[in-house]
């Protein structure tokens, strides 16, 4: 186990609805990365917030939006939810500086399924 | 753009061989990749990270390398066991702060 964990687990929603997903980081991790995997498919990047602020962005459309709070855990908020969006959602904790690559610890992940 | 490639197909090998998994790329000069696994519903879990400037790196029986001028990274697991069945991921650091991750490759170790 990784220490990282996720709530909730499962999540069923309906279309046009909004969505917040939630995530402890592991002891001691300063960046928190959100995750898209559909079924089948690698891991999408939706965004990294590193010490409360966005640190980057895939190509995910603004109705996927983020907070990172002064403890390292974090939110993803969907609105407007749309078929599509039915995916895991993964977070993984990290540990940013100048001039290191860090491995990443992914939580277990919330399923959502957009109906 | 930036593409990953991995083996789409499952690979199967029996108890006790070297299973070879190949991550290619195109479009970029990661400075870092790494290899993860992932069972089935669960959260990748981090195996090895290699730098550009690294040819090899190895952990127990795991082993990866980096060919920068292939664009290349090939992931080995020696004297494998049905335990080791998963799906292997590799992720290329775009350095921004962000990885991009193949689609994996599903190894089934048979007994």
């Known amino acids: 186990e990784t220490g990282v964990t996720q709530s909730p687990t499962h999540l069923i929603k309906t279309r046009g609805q909004q969505v917040t997903l939630r995530c402890s980081s592991q002891?001691?991790?300063?960046?928190v990365s959100w995750y898209q995997q559909a079924l089948g498919q690698g891991p999408q990047f939706i965004f990294q917030y590193y010490r409360e602020e966005e640190n980057g962005r895939g190509n995910f459309p603004p109705r996927f939006s983020g907070l990172q709070f002064p403890n390292y855990s974090s939110e993803l908020n969907v609105n407007a939810l749309e078929l599509d969006d039915s995916a895991l959602y993964l977070c993984a904790s990290s540990l940013e500086g100048r001039g290191h690559a860090y491995e990443q610890y992914f939580g277990p992940g919330t399923r959502l399924t957009v109906t | 753009s930036q593409k990953i490639e991995q083996n789409s197909e499952a690979l199967n090998i029996q108890e006790g061989k070297t299973a070879t998994l190949t991550c290619n790329y195109t479009n970029y000069s990661p400075a870092y990749l790494q290899w993860y696994r992932q069972d089935p519903g669960r959260g990748p879990v981090f195996l090895l990270l290699i730098r550009e400037n690294e040819k090899e790196k190895r952990k127990e029986r795991l082993k990866v390398t980096f060919d920068t001028t292939l664009k290349q990274s090939l992931f080995h697991i020696t004297a494998s066991q049905p335990a080791d069945s998963a799906t292997y991921l590799c992720?290329?650091?775009?350095?921004?702060?962000?990885?991009?991750f193949g689609t994996g490759t599903r190894l089934k170790v048979l007994a």
């Open positions: 992720a290329l650091d775009t350095g921004t702060y962000k990885y991009i």
């Open positions: 002891s001691g991790h300063n960046t």
